[in-house]
């Protein structure tokens, strides 16, 4: 531990606009290294566009994305994953026909340097690059709470295809880890399970952004939140002041179909 | 033993189709398998026919060498009308390739040099069975370690969710790119034996009724592994010549095959997944 | 001389347009390719010319009626190949592979069955009409003109004005939200099929016309062409596909005349090459093609 924190992920002033519509407004923040982030807002406010603003689906229209101090912009998605950024999504995109070992290894895929030589020589840096690569595959299995790695992803249920796309996000060894609506689908139990995955996360200093709609989880899990209502910050701050706000409390309340969000914020 | 060599004498040329065809199969399976659907494969053996036919007849080169040649250039070429592609959805790759193949045939026609319409003839009868099957089964033999590795785990990665997998690192232009040059050097090879055994080519072999009767090989198998494609070239080569009613009706057959594969049956026939892990043990 | 030339182009790009605008239909508003379309072009020519020589009708009758008959077999052929990729993912993928191997089949059959020899239209046909300034117009190209600008004309008022367009148009921009509007998808979709082969059957019709040639195999040079056309003219654009029609089939009557007449098939594919290159949206297209 040495120095101050430094910053693992900065955005500033992010914009996209899709034809007359502005779906993200200017939006900044900063989520120091070792940190958990939350994303907030409701319905439509423009977290999954942020998210896919970062991880490099979409290009921004204005505005900047940082990790650590290497400018994002106009990087495609793979080379953002090279830097040390991964992502799960919002509707479960694992790799359906692949088993859960494979799936977790194409996460290892950046970190996987061998050549076509290597392997058509069947050299030792092939082989041990591939045996190192599934071993880290089950450990993250187990890490995440898994058995069985050889069943088919597709065979699945919801909630196990959510813990697969977190090993495999995992197994690029990211620096940087967005994390989707992870909670979304689970019941109580699991979503407890969740949290403390997520919470070992941090011992092993990786930084999260997750963008959630279950208000406790978010409550309980982030050092801080940032709240957006259509496509704009409307507030920010550690958990408490933002279950305080005003700004918050209206945003969520003008907006019916949050039925949870009004009762978590009480 | 004599009746085997009497049997090859007979049947040489189906079974030398069969190993071609075989190849040809093999090579739209590899942009098939990326979840590229490249239908330029006739238009590409044109190419690696006529290179190293040319080269045989007109420089009498080195057989091996001639060979490589007609597997770089097609490789080349792809790799040129493929570039403003690699972005792009696959459609555009896929009608793209159908047109590229025809462009290839009209050039031919028109290349005096290449003979024109009545293509070369005379090409020195270099090829063999051993030369053709060995080839096969060693496009094969890389294609199951390929698959193995962590070029095989991307390139099933992208055929399923070509966006999910950039996610993860995976470099899809370029092994859009990597898929088609390697599938367009495997039907210019494909191409190349096929002209030193046959030691005729014309631009009228190489349109579009080829480029869909290799799809329709490849879909017939399943292209969930390489041996599909191969299985499925062999039955719709040998079947028209042992079933006498279908055998005018050849490329009607091709063609229903798919129809009837991709709406019953889009695995193919021959559908199991090869596992892709493996290779260190 | 270069007026000439250019009238002469202009035709052929009437027809390429009448052509683009069935093809585009399909992709720019089904999502589906439907590369069968290149045979309603064939079966069009094919059955105009079977009304002419063996029925006795005269052109008038034989164009229309050849048209109505191949847009019922679209309609019939598309359901049959169609359905069943309509509501998946890989619509596009899916149905290009069938009506790839549909195309097989039909050229296939065609060709057993009629032969591959180029047939001729009825001798006499419309004769050599008039001219002005040095510039001789056939009665054929006049034909050809007027039919494609009413066609056009009527397609667009179609879309614009009438309920049935609206719904086109409805379906093009967002499928679903067509279906919970209560479009009747089902039924759109087969009159999009119906009008698109009865597109594709005039413009063959009039092609084969045009060249006085006819053969099975013509549709399937053509589509590639189509491709070309509704690309450069934007997917789904029906301006952009006469326009770009147009454009192309003068572009290439252009260079056959002043370069070299075995370039004129390259045209319209180094075209396609170029336009990828540079602007995969098209000349016209909204820029729905590139992603990040």
């Known amino acids: 531990m040495t120095g101050a924190p430094t910053t693992a992920l900065s955005v500033r002033d992010l914009t996209v606009r899709f034809g007359g519509l502005t779906a993200v407004d200017r939006v900044s923040f900063e989520v120091p290294q070792g940190s958990v982030h939350g994303l907030i807002g409701p319905n ?42 991964a992502r799960t999504f919002q509707n479960i995109r694992t790799f359906q026909s692949m088993s859960l070992v494979e799936n977790v290894m194409i996460g290892c895929h950046s970190r996987m340097r061998y050549s076509i030589g290597d392997l058509l020589l069947w050299r030792r840096r092939f082989r041990s690059i591939e045996s190192e690569a599934i071993e880290r595959a089950h450990s993250l299995l ?35 880890l967005l994390l989707d609506e992870p909670a979304a689908g689970l019941n109580p139990s699991e979503t407890e399970e969740l949290l403390e995955l997520i919470r070992r996360l941090r011992d092993i200093e990786l930084t999260v952004l997750v963008v959630e709609h279950d208000m406790k989880f978010i409550m309980r899990l982030c050092d801080r939140i940032t709240v957006l209502n259509f496509g704009r910050r409307i507030a920010e701050g550690i958990p408490n002041e933002i279950k305080a706000n005003p700004v918050v409390i209206e945003a969520y309340l003008g907006n019916e179909t949050d039925e949870r969000a009004k009762a978590a914020l009480g | 033993m004599e009746f085997l060599a009497d049997f090859a004498f007979v049947y040489q040329s189906l079974i030398y189709a069969v190993g071609i065809n075989g190849l040809l199969a093999l090579s739209v399976y590899v942009s098939l398998s990326a979840g590229q659907l490249s239908l330029g494969q006739a238009g590409f053996m044109a190419i690696g026919a006529y290179s190293s036919a040319l080269l045989s007849l007109k420089y009498d080169a080195f057989f091996p060498l001639a060979l490589a040649m007609g597997m770089l250039i097609p490789a080349l070429f792809a790799a040129l009308i493929s570039i403003p592609t690699l972005r792009l959805s696959g459609v555009y790759l896929a009608l793209t390739t159908i047109g590229v193949g025809e462009l290839v045939r009209v050039f031919f026609v028109n290349l005096d040099s290449a003979g024109g319409a009545l293509g070369l003839s005379g090409i020195p009868e270099k090829g063999s069975f051993a030369l053709i099957y060995g080839c096969l089964f060693i496009v094969l033999f890389g294609m199951f370690a390929f698959a193995r590795s962590k070029f095989g785990r991307a390139i099933e990665a992208m055929r399923e969710d070509e966006t999910a997998a950039g996610t993860m690192g995976i470099n899809f232009p370029r092994y859009r790119l990597a898929v088609l040059v390697v599938s367009a050097a495997i039907a210019g090879l494909a191409g190349g034996l096929n002209a030193h055994v046959s030691s005729f080519i014309g631009p009228a072999e190489y349109g579009f009724d080829l480029a869909v009767s290799i799809l329709s090989f490849a879909l017939l198998g399943g292209i ?58 | 001389m270069l007026a000439q030339q250019i009238v002469n182009g202009v035709v052929v790009g009437a027809t390429y347009a009448l052509f683009a605008l ?36 005269s052109v008038w009758v034989a164009l229309p009626a050849a048209a109505l008959t191949v847009g019922a077999l679209s309609v019939v052929l598309d359901q049959l190949l169609l359905t069943r990729s309509r509501r998946t993912d890989a619509s596009e993928m899916s149905s290009l592979m069938i009506t790839l191997g549909a195309t097989l089949l039909l050229y296939s059959l065609a060709t057993a069955w009629l032969g591959a020899d180029i047939r001729r239209m009825p001798a006499g046909l419309l004769g050599v009409a008039s001219g002005f300034g040095g510039v001789r117009f056939t009665g054929i190209q006049i034909v050809i003109l007027g039919t494609s600008a009413l066609i ?23 499928s679903d939200a067509a279906t919970l509007m209560g479009i009747n998808t089902r039924l759109t979709f087969a009159i ?101």
Not at chain 1, 54 to 71: H, Q
Not at chain 1, 143 to 170: M, P, T, W
Not at chain 2, 245 to 273: K, Q, T
Not at chain 3, 256 to 282: C, D, I, N, Q
């Open chain 1, 44 to 85: 439509g406010a423009g977290k999954t566009t942020v998210f896919n603003l970062i991880s490099g689906l979409i290009a921004p229209t204005a505005g900047e994305i940082f990790l650590e101090d290497r400018r994002l912009n106009g990087l495609a998605s793979y080379d953002r994953t090279q830097l040390g950024l």
């Open chain 1, 142 to 176: 187990r890490f995440v709470g898994l058995e069985d790695h050889e069943r088919c992803a597709g065979d699945l249920s919801y909630g196990d295809q959510r813990r697969v796309e977190l090993a495999r996000a995992l197994a690029s060894e990211p620096k940087v």
């Open chain 2, 224 to 281: 969930s592994n390489p041996l599909g494609p191969v299985l499925g070239a062999i039955v719709l080569t040998i079947l028209p010549e042992v079933l006498r009613p279908i055998h005018d009706y050849r490329l009607a057959v091709n063609g229903a095959v798919i129809v009837i594969v991709m709406i019953f049956c889009p695995e193919g026939v021959f559908a199991w997944r090869i596992r892709r892990t493996g290779a260190a043990v």
């Open chain 3, 152 to 174: 056009v004309w009527g397609l667009f008022a179609l879309l614009r004005w009438t309920k049935l367009g609206i719904a086109i148009r409805a379906l093009a921009e967002n």
């Open chain 3, 192 to 292: 999009v099929s119906f009008v698109s082969g009865l597109l594709g059957a005039t413009a063959g019709v009039l092609v084969g016309m045009n060249y006085n040639g006819v053969q099975p195999y013509m549709g399937e040079t053509m589509i590639l062409k189509g491709f070309a056309v509704i690309i450069l003219g934007g997917l789904g654009d029906v301006r952009g596909a006469v326009v770009a029609g147009v454009f192309v089939g003068l572009l290439e009557t252009l260079v056959a005349a002043y370069a070299a007449s075995s370039l004129r098939e390259a045209v319209a594919f180094l075209a396609l090459v170029l336009v990828l290159w540079v602007r995969p949206s098209g000349l016209f297209g909204v820029s729905e093609a590139r992603r990040a």
């Open chain 3, 22 to 57: 069935g093809f585009t239909l399909m992709f720019g508003v089904l999502r589906v390719v439907n590369l069968t379309y290149g045979f309603y072009f064939s079966a069009g020519a094919f059955i105009a010319l079977y009304f002419m020589t063996t029925g006795g009708l």
